[in-house]
């Protein structure tokens, strides 16, 4: 599904920094430290991370948030929680990490989360990462990026009960009413070919 005209794709900028915090936290919650320094590395031009904004027309208003770094095996490791959960996982030296994604939900089923996507994988392949990975929270339909990690060809992992509180704390879940216990699932895939999407049902 094609963006709708009225909305456009840009990188972050630290004037959204309050209304991507504010989307941050009314769809997936975490800590303000979190928040702040993904920020601070995606508006870093020297940083690997990349902070995207998709902007609806005419008022430049932030309707959705991505972002994507780029880690070696060590961190790729400690971001994804392997040690802790004891899971091999085939890493390259760099592999890619699609970070957070969500869509304010009056956007949502616009296109907006297939063009974080689209996106995301074009810079991996535009800086050669052959690896790319991330983490898919469970979350009732269609706000559940298990669908868009399908459909763009990431192969599920494993699924792991509990997975925030076993890797971590994510506080504020907005799910939870305390400390996050919510399962989800880890998916990784080549980028050294083209995603091909598959159409909608």
């Known amino acids: ?25 009314d769809r997936f919650g975490g800590a303000p430290s ?22 609806a027309a005419p ?3 932030l309707v959705g948030l991505s972002f994507l770094d780029v880690g070696d095996r060590a961190y790729t490791r400690q971001y994804l929680g392997l040690d802790v959960l004891d899971l091999p996982l085939p ?4 592999n890619g990490i699609f970070h ?6 009056d956007w949502e089923g616009r296109g907006i989360g297939s063009a974080f996507y ?7 392949a535009d800086r050669d990462v052959s690896r790319a ?6 979350r009732p339909a269609p706000t559940d990026s298990r669908t868009l990690f399908e459909k763009y060809e990431f192969t599920r992992l494993a699924t792991v009960d509990r997975y925030y509180s076993r890797t971590g ?4 879940c907005p799910v939870c009413t305390e400390a996050c216990t919510c399962t989800a699932s880890l998916y990784g895939r080549s980028v050294g070919r083209p995603a091909v999407r598959r159409s909608s049902p």
Not at 91 to 94: E, G, V
């Open 133 to 138: 990975f991330g983490v898919a929270w469970h």
């Open 91 to 94: 890493l390259a030296d760099a």
């Open 59 to 61: 008022d430049d208003e």
């Open 169 to 172: 704390t994510r506080p504020n």
């Open 100 to 105: 957070l994604s969500c869509v304010r939900a």
């Open 1 to 25: 599904m094609p963006l709708p005209e009225t909305v456009s794709l840009r990188p972050l900028r630290r004037p959204d920094a309050p209304a991507a915090q504010q989307l941050w936290d």
């Open 34 to 55: 979190t928040q702040k320094n993904w920020m601070e590395a995606a508006l870093n031009p020297t940083h690997s991370a990349v902070g995207l904004v998709a902007v």
């Open 118 to 124: 689209d996106r995301r994988l074009a810079v991996l």
